[in-house]
């Protein structure tokens, strides 16, 4: 079991910058993690990944204005988010998935924090 916490949703304007933060606490090895949003009354899209290697992928909407990042000792996984947009409001989600072992495939997922962007 992997258990996921987010924090550091707020409010803020457009253009404004918001760094999410993700607790990792359990059985922490073999995952990938990743960023996702859903924004009202849309589907959960993807945000972000990271991987074991260090590298990294964005979506095309995020790219040059969001980094991920993770402190393995502190098992904490980060989101900057800079120069925000109001179509950027959404319900973030931390997402851990597990690629090996008895649990290989499966996806953990956090409870959320809200960002809000206003113009």
């Known amino acids: 079991q992997v258990q996921l916490v987010e924090s550091g949703g707020g409010s803020v304007q457009a253009g404004g910058s918001l760094r999410l933060s993700c607790a990792v606490s359990?059985?922490?090895?073999?995952?990938?993690m990743s960023w996702y949003r859903q924004a009202q009354g849309k589907e959960r899209e993807f945000v972000s990944s990271?991987?074991?290697?260090?590298?990294?992928t964005y979506a095309d909407s995020v790219k040059g204005r969001f980094t991920i990042s993770q402190d393995n000792a502190k098992n904490t996984l980060y989101l900057q988010m800079n120069s925000l947009k109001p179509e950027d409001t959404a319900m973030y989600y931390c997402?851990?998935?597990?690629?090996?072992?008895?649990?290989?495939?499966?996806?953990?997922w956090g409870q959320g924090t809200q960002v809000t962007v206003s113009s």
């Open positions: 359990g059985s922490t090895y073999c995952i990938d």
């Open positions: 997402k851990a998935l597990r690629y090996c072992s008895t649990d290989s495939g499966r996806n953990y």
């Open positions: 990271i991987y074991s290697d260090g590298s990294a």
